[in-house]
């Protein structure tokens, strides 16, 4: 049932994906086509799943699923960092896209059209019973999140890029949240690998916004 609600989400993200890219101005006047933006998209799932495989790994220190088969295998040896899936993907479309002008506007487009499977991970991720009030908060959260960012996009609220670092800041919270209910040992003495991942791009993507937009306010 997961897969076909993870297959369900990709294409809804490929339909936003299409959507956003179709007459985005910006994209227009850096000459960066829509083909180009599908051909970058299977780059970026492509790295952002390795991300998200080696951030799994590092964290849980199993090092059986770095051979090739039990890697790729994620039906029989499941296990996805959505911090780690997020940072492949970013890190693809700067790579690629980094010289451009528009590499934030590109980043703000993935980062609304990846919404669904963020989500997706979001009721993925595993709470006892009673902390099934965090997904639910972070879903509604996440709602409102994704019609600001809608608006904000359509209306360049916020300078491009922007969008992508609030994203950041919502993934690693809610990696953070997970992390420290799936805690095992002490959190000061021995946190985990997205325990401490979580903590620092939480802080960069919101430290970041705050300068970026604070820039933008004395021009």
């Known amino acids: 049932m997961e897969v076909v609600i993870f297959l ?30 599908f051909d970058l998209a299977i780059f970026v799932v492509i790295f952002a799943f390795l991300g998200g495989r080696i951030f799994f790994i590092l964290n849980n220190f199993d090092v059986q699923l770095l ?17 780690g899936f997020a940072l492949g993907g970013a890190l693809t479309v700067v790579i690629f896209f980094g010289k451009k002008k ?28 009673n902390l ?25 609220i916020l300078r491009d890029g922007n969008i992508a670092l609030i994203f950041l800041g919502m993934i ?12 095992k040992g002490n959190l000061v003495l021995n946190p985990s690998f997205i325990l401490l991942s979580s903590i620092i791009f939480l802080l960069f993507s919101f430290v970041y916004l705050f300068a970026r937009q604070k820039g933008k306010a004395h021009k």
């Open 8 to 37: 369900i989400c990709i294409f809804i993200s490929s339909f936003l994906l299409f959507v956003f890219s179709r007459h985005d101005f910006v994209l227009l006047r850096q000459n960066i086509s829509l083909a180009q933006i």
């Open 67 to 83: 051979h090739v088969l039990r890697f790729f295998h994620v039906l029989k040896f499941p296990g996805i960092s959505s911090l």
């Open 102 to 129: 528009a590499v934030g506007r590109i980043l703000d487009i993935f980062s609304i059209s990846f919404f669904p499977l963020y989500l997706f991970s979001v009721f993925d991720t595993k709470y006892q019973n």
């Open 132 to 156: 099934i009030f965090i997904p639910i908060a972070f879903v509604i959260l996440s709602i409102s999140m994704f019609a600001f960012f809608i608006k904000s996009h359509n209306k360049y």
């Open 172 to 183: 690693s919270l809610n990696s953070l949240f997970s992390s420290l209910f799936d805690q």
